[in-house]
C-alpha cells in the first residue's frame, strides 16, 4: 500500500523561507516521477514543480528562481525548498506520484496516481 505524506509547512512572513518534505513509502521510489502541488482558496490545484526519476525538473514560471524541488532517493524523500516567500504563494501544497515511469515530467492532476494530505503554507503580507 502507498503512503504518501507530506510535511514542513506553516505560517511564514513574506521573504521568508520554508522546506516542504514528502515521504512516499510502498513503492519503488527512485523509479518515479514526483510532483508537487498546490492549491489555494477558490483556485484550481496546479503544479508548482515536479522531477522526473531521472532528475530532470520543471517549476512553474511565478516560482522559478525562488523554489527548489530535489529529491533523496535513499531516505524515499522529494523536498521544496521555497525561498523569498509571497503572499501569492499561501494554499495547501500536496506531494504526488506519478507511476508511469515515463521519462518526461508531467504537470497534469490527472497523471498522478498517488496524493499526500497536503500542508498548509501560509504566508503573511
Known amino acids: 500500500q502507498v503512503h504518501v505524506v507530506e510535511s514542513g509547512g506553516g505560517l511564514v512572513p513574506a521573504g521568508g523561507s520554508l522546506r516542504l518534505s514528502c515521504v512516499a513509502s510502498?513503492?519503488?521510489?527512485?523509479?518515479?516521477?514526483m510532483g508537487w502541488f498546490r492549491q489555494a482558496p477558490g483556485k484550481g490545484r496546479e503544479c508548482v514543480a515536479a522531477?522526473?526519476?531521472?532528475?530532470?525538473?520543471y517549476y512553474t514560471v511565478s516560482v522559478k528562481g525562488r523554489f527548489t524541488i530535489s529529491r533523496d532517493n535513499a531516505k524515499n524523500t522529494v523536498y521544496l525548498q521555497m525561498n523569498t516567500l509571497k503572499h501569492e504563494d499561501t494554499a495547501v501544497y500536496y506531494c504526488?506520484?506519478?507511476?508511469?515511469?515515463?521519462?518526461?515530467?508531467?504537470?497534469?492532476?490527472?497523471?498522478?496516481?498517488?496524493w499526500g494530505q497536503g500542508t498548509q503554507v501560509t504566508v503573511s503580507s
Open positions: 510502498g513503492l519503488t521510489f527512485s523509479s518515479y516521477n
Open positions: 504526488a506520484v506519478d507511476r508511469s515511469q515515463s521519462r518526461r515530467v508531467v504537470t497534469a492532476t490527472g497523471e498522478y496516481d498517488f
Open positions: 522531477i522526473s526519476w531521472s532528475g530532470s525538473t
